[in-house]
């Protein structure tokens, strides 16, 4: 097959969804329900230079690299989008990975911040911007408390960062809205088997 930029639109190309919402609205846990129902999904892996949480294994929940990796990989192009999230650590999409995946005709999902999202948007305009949403704001926050990760500082950033990111739903060309999960993520496979790369909801 012939080499194709990031930016071509062919039609033999499988979709490319984003999932981006605001912190604690459940992304995690809807991409993990699709990994473990719909393995013909591919989702990526992305890298970050935060430590890894008791439980989360290297590879698998994300790759886990110093900064010094990091600056490394931003400077030979190889991320597809990255950003500092919650003014902590960096995240990033590893760019030849989902090239491959897309090129050898595997539908891919991508589950980032809101930032990275708008990156892949430009970068990408053909991929399908999914919004996340929680079924109101009190329920985000229970989640985000209920969470218990983060210590009450972490949160409150948390909580002001998904105060923005809520406001950014409208840029999206479709939105999901977390009420349950199992539903979240049947909605999430449909958009992969909808014939139209852009569905408004
Ligand atoms: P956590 O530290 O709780 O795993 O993730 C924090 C945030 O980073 C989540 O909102 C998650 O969507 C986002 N994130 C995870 N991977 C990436 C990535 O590759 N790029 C960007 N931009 N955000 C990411």
Not at 25 to 31: E, L, R, W
Not at 87 to 101: D, F, H, K, L, N
Not at 142 to 162: D, F, I, K, N
């Amino acid at each position: 097959m012939p080499e194709q930029s990031a930016n071509a639109v062919a039609p033999e190309r499988s979709r490319l969804v984003v999932l981006a919402g605001p912190t604690a609205v459940g992304k995690g846990t809807v991409a993990a329900c699709v990994r473990d129902q719909h393995p013909d999904i591919w989702i990526s892996v992305s890298v970050t230079t935060r430590p890894a949480r008791p439980g989360e294994i290297d590879g698998l929940h994300y790759h886990f690299i110093s900064d010094e990796d990091f600056d490394r990989l931003i400077a030979e192009d190889g991320l597809l989008e990255w950003a500092v999230v919650h003014s902590a650590a960096r995240y990033g999409t590893p760019r030849a990975a989902v090239e491959q995946q897309l090129a050898a005709g595997r539908p891919a999902l991508l589950e980032i911040d809101l930032q990275g999202a708008r990156q892949v948007r430009e970068r990408m305009p053909e991929a399908l911007m999914c919004f996340l949403a929680p079924p109101t704001w009190q329920e985000l926050e229970r989640r985000l408390v209920g969470r218990g990760t983060e210590g009450p500082e972490e949160r409150e950033r948390r909580l002001v960062t998904a105060r923005t990111e809520l406001a950014a739903e409208s840029e999206f060309d479709v939105t999901i809205v977390n009420t349950d999960v199992e539903t979240a993520c049947q909605e999430l496979v449909d958009l992969f088997r909808s014939g139209t790369s852009r569905i408004h909801s």
